[in-house]
């Protein structure tokens, strides 16, 4: 299995928290989709042929393209690239870019799945986190997407937002199930160093819920997702039955992956070996790299240790509710994981944090909370 990951980077205007490499200035914006068209004929050029079975238009805010480009850049996918007759296609698009006309272009070029940055459905906490749009705008846009075709939607949360409750994060979980939502995200904040937040944060205008309210917010938002029939899959993932996202499972499998667009990642496996590389996080240097005819890589390809990417495997394997398939394990590095990890797997097991059954290795929902803690038991001495 593998995916296709194309980064956009402009917003419309920068959100209170974000720390990502995005832009609200889109004069570039023409220029860097021809550069990426350049970069898709760059590597298609130099890298193995590879089918494709997912792609996903993230950002940024890929909705923000003007009406036209996101088709253009699915025709130019197709042109370069085999991408699987049945693969999921995602698009990224932030409520209040939307409308009929590039709805109905979507769905005409591919695009079956649709992930909106949705974080609140309180229109206090959004414009406290600086989003662009209200409540309604997200309902007007949903309901545009279904009546586009889409049948599979996802929305992303967040939770432990300065001056949220339980009972908002609760009430979020509840009116987008009544709308229907196929899948929810729902993440914890992270208040990153110098964004705006953060100066709020620090400097007292804004205060954050105390930590064991954060932490009901994740139990009891699962608790409630689960009753109303969203699966948990990985730690902030659900999903009604068949709507997991293939695409991120993929990363979650660490499968292969080919990043396009600045500051993209890719993990390959290459004449054998797995090789990691990323494009430069510099858009003038991205820009002009591509139109120079070169690779905008921020550095030479890395190839990974087996070590490495069998502890990579486990790490990412291990954010999945069903956990790493112990045959997938063995096939991939022709050894049992009990033979690789085993005192790590027992001292877990002692814990309560994992559990081996259908010939899976998974963790508890203990563990799961406990994830990183978790991991140190997989490092080497
Ligand atoms: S929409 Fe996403 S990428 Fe853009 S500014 Fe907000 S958080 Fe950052």
New binding site residues.
């Given amino acids: 299995m593998a995916g296709l990951y194309l980064h956009i980077?402009y917003?419309?205007?920068?959100?209170r928290?974000?720390?990502?490499v995005?832009f609200?200035d889109c004069e570039s914006m023409g220029e860097y989709c021809a550069a990426l068209l350049k970069e898709m004929r760059l590597d298609a050029a130099a890298l193995p042929k590879q089918a494709y079975d997912t792609v996903f238009f993230g950002?940024?805010?890929p909705s923000i393209l003007p009406v036209g480009a996101v088709a253009m850049l699915t025709d130019a996918l197709r042109a370069s690239f085999e991408i699987m007759p049945d693969a999921e296609i995602t698009i990224e698009a932030?409520p209040g870019t939307l409308n009929e006309t590039k709805l109905r272009e979507y769905r005409a070029a591919g695009i079956n799945r649709l992930s909106m940055?949705l974080q609140s459905t309180n229109d206090a906490l959004l414009e406290t986190i600086?989003?662009?749009h209200r409540y309604a705008d997200f309902v007007q846009n949903y309901e545009c997407a279904r009546a586009a075709g889409f049948t599979n939607i996802s929305a992303d949360l967040m939770y432990g937002l300065p001056g949220q409750t339980v009972k908002d994060h609760l009430d979020a979980i509840e009116t987008l199930y009544r709308l229907g939502l196929n899948h929810i995200s729902a993440y914890s904040l992270i208040v990153e160093e110098g964004t705006p937040l953060y100066t709020d944060v620090t400097g007292g205008a804004e205060s954050l819920p105390a930590e064991d309210d954060v932490y009901l917010m994740h139990r009891r938002g699962m608790e409630f997702l689960e009753t109303l029939g969203y699966a948990r899959y990985e730690i902030s993932n659900y999903a009604k039955p068949g709507f997991a996202s293939r695409h991120n499972l993929n990363y979650w499998e660490n499968g292969m992956y080919l990043g396009l667009g600045l500051n993209s990642h890719s993990a390959m496996r290459i004449n054998g070996s797995w090789m990691r590389f990323a494009n430069t996080e510099r858009l003038s240097d991205y820009i002009m790299s591509c139109n120079q005819g070169i690779r905008p890589l921020a550095s030479e390809p890395e190839a990974i240790p087996r070590a490495e990417e069998m502890f990579e495997t486990v790490m990412l394997g291990l954010r999945k509710t069903e956990g790493i398939s112990e045959a997938a394990f063995r096939l991939r590095f022709g050894e049992e994981i009990e033979d690789v990890y085993p005192e790590a797997l027992k001292s877990l097991a002692t814990h309560g944090w994992l559990v081996r059954d259908n010939g899976a290795c998974r963790l508890t929902d203990e563990g799961l909370d406990f994830q990183n803690e978790a991991l140190l038991a997989f490092l080497p001495d």
């Avoid at 917003?11 to 959100?15: G, T």
């Avoid at 928290?17 to 990502?20: G, V």
């Fill in positions: 980077p917003c419309k205007s920068k959100c928290y974000c720390d990502f995005s609200a950002g940024g805010t932030n940055g600086g989003r662009i």
